[in-house]
T-cell receptor, first 114, second 114 residues
Framework: AQKITQTQPGMFVQEKEAVTLDCTYD???????LFWYKQPSSGEMIFLIY??????QNATEGRYSLNFQKARKSANLVISASQLGDSAMYFC???????????FGKGTSLLVTP | DAGITQSPRYKITETGRQVTLMCHQT?????MFWYRQDLGHGLRLIYY???????DKGEVPDGYVVSRSKTENFPLTLESATRSQTSVYFC?????????????FGPGTRLTVL
């Protein structure tokens, strides 16, 4: 069964607008971590933000914030004030407390337009 | 330079040939991982290693072999390449697997099997 679901294959946003990328997850482990990575067209994987299952507050890193709704098992990435350089694939991933590796979603392609 | 490197960056081979993808990290991270990225699948774990001489299978290990004789190196071998192994391969490392320990990714190797 898919542990990470990203339902938006592609998204468009205008420059300077905010955009939300959806991510839902499935786990029965009470301890887990959620990660977002950015993959620009050059191909590298860039870590953006992390949210732990026991964290009381939503994570923020500059223009990135994570809308963590534990009861709904969602961890949406919010990018504020979009820039042209934000155009990329975005992957949500989860590491369960009992595991070593990351389970990735299929990704969302974001295109920022002028 | 410090970081995680992969070689070669691009490789074309033929069905049935043996291919080895190299991964080297300079952080002395205990954990190392191999993922493959295919369109529509996100990243899927092939193998991981918790320390030198300790390796274990991931989600898609068939047709691959790994070794880890030194902490800093984690080569991935395709013993007899098949067309279905055409993919982009990412190596990653992390200091730990709990909490905030993010995985750092190499630049990837694009492998084409003809």
């Amino acid at each position: 069964a898919q542990k990470i679901t990203q339902t938006q294959p592609g998204m468009f946003v205008q420059e300077k607008e905010a955009v939300t990328l959806d991510c839902t997850y499935d786990t029965s482990d009470p301890s887990y971590g959620l990660f977002w990575y950015k993959q620009p067209s050059s191909g590298e994987m860039i870590f953006l933000i992390y949210q732990g299952s026991y964290d009381q507050q939503n994570a923020t890193e500059g223009r990135y914030s994570l809308n963590f709704q534990k009861a709904r098992k969602s961890a949406n990435l919010v990018i504020s004030a979009s820039q042209l350089g934000d155009s990329a694939m975005y992957f949500c991933a989860m590491r369960e407390g009992s595991g070593y590796a990351l389970n990735f979603g299929k990704g969302t392609s974001l295109l920022v337009t002028p | 330079d410090a970081g995680i490197t992969q070689s070669p960056r691009y490789k074309i081979t033929e069905t049935g040939r043996q291919v080895t993808l190299m991964c080297h990290q300079t952080w002395s991270h205990s954990y190392m991982f191999w993922y493959r990225q295919d369109l529509g699948h996100g990243l899927r774990l092939i193998y991981y290693s918790a320390a030198a001489d300790i390796t274990d299978k991931g989600e898609v290990p068939d047709g691959y072999v790994v070794s880890r004789s030194k902490t800093e190196n984690f080569p991935l071998t395709l013993e007899s390449a098949t067309r279905s192994q055409t993919s982009v391969y990412f190596c990653a490392s992390s200091e730990g697997t709990s909490g905030y320990n993010e995985q750092f990714f190499g630049p990837g190797t694009r492998l084409t099997v003809l």
